[in-house]
T-cell receptor, first 108, second 112 residues
């Protein structure tokens, strides 16, 4: 897996968009970018993934730069329940390790 | 649909006691299976990885072992627990050859 770098923490106002960045400058051509989030004392939950095109689902949008060296997860209208640790990983298949992620705190 | 079961949810064990955590997956065949450990406030550390029955890859030297006696069963064990084995243990699976991981609900292990 390519190494990923994320800011340790971010704040966001409730109702505003939350933009979580991730750097993966050593990503290889066949590695996908995956995003998960973990609410305290629960297993991580899959959010979205992409290879090189931008992706959107019911939870979030994923913007990947053209050179694929970084990406941004966008939660369009953050709610208090979006407060969690968000992990970005770059992998194809098989084993992978999660870094410390970004702790997103949504404030009223 | 596929589901993953992991138990128990919490466990308190004395130092030197044995450990057995079990994880089972339903609704899929030949999954890749994983054991992760998470220290408080930290990311997930991959402990073991399996691509098939009896095929276990250990990622870090430690006091733990893993076994896969059946296609959809993954067991994490220890003969003698150490204080440093405390943590949040997560089982996960993925479709063979694909990247998306599906996690269990985790076991909070406290070794006292």
């Amino acid at each position: 897996d390519a190494k990923t770098t994320q800011p340790p923490s971010m704040d966001c106002a409730e109702g505003r968009a939350a933009n979580l960045p991730c750097n993966h400058s050593t990503i290889s051509g066949n590695e996908y970018v995956y995003w998960y989030r973990q609410i305290h004392s629960q297993g991580p939950q899959y959010i979205i993934h992409g290879l090189k095109n931008n992706e959107t689902n019911e939870m979030a949008s994923l913007i990947i730069t053209e050179d694929r060296k970084s990406s941004t997860l966008i939660l369009p209208h953050a709610t208090l329940r979006d407060t969690a640790v968000y992990y970005c990983i770059a992998r194809q298949a098989g084993k992978s390790t999660f870094g410390d992620g970004t702790t997103l705190t949504v404030k009223p | 649909s596929q589901t993953i079961h992991q138990w128990p949810a919490t466990l308190v064990q004395p130092v030197g006691s044995p450990l057995s955590l079990e994880c089972t997956v339903e609704g899929t065949s030949n999954p890749n299976l994983y054991w992760y450990r998470q220290a408080a406030g930290r990311g997930l550390q991959l402990l073991f990885y399996s691509v098939g029955i009896g095929q276990i890859s250990s990622e870090v030297p430690q006091n733990l072992s893993a076994s896969r006696p059946q296609d959809r069963q993954f067991i994490l064990s220890s003969k003698k627990l150490l204080l440093s084995d405390s943590g949040f243990y997560l089982c996960a699976w993925s479709v063979f050859g694909q990247g998306r991981l599906f996690f269990g609900s985790g076991t909070q292990l406290s070794v006292l």
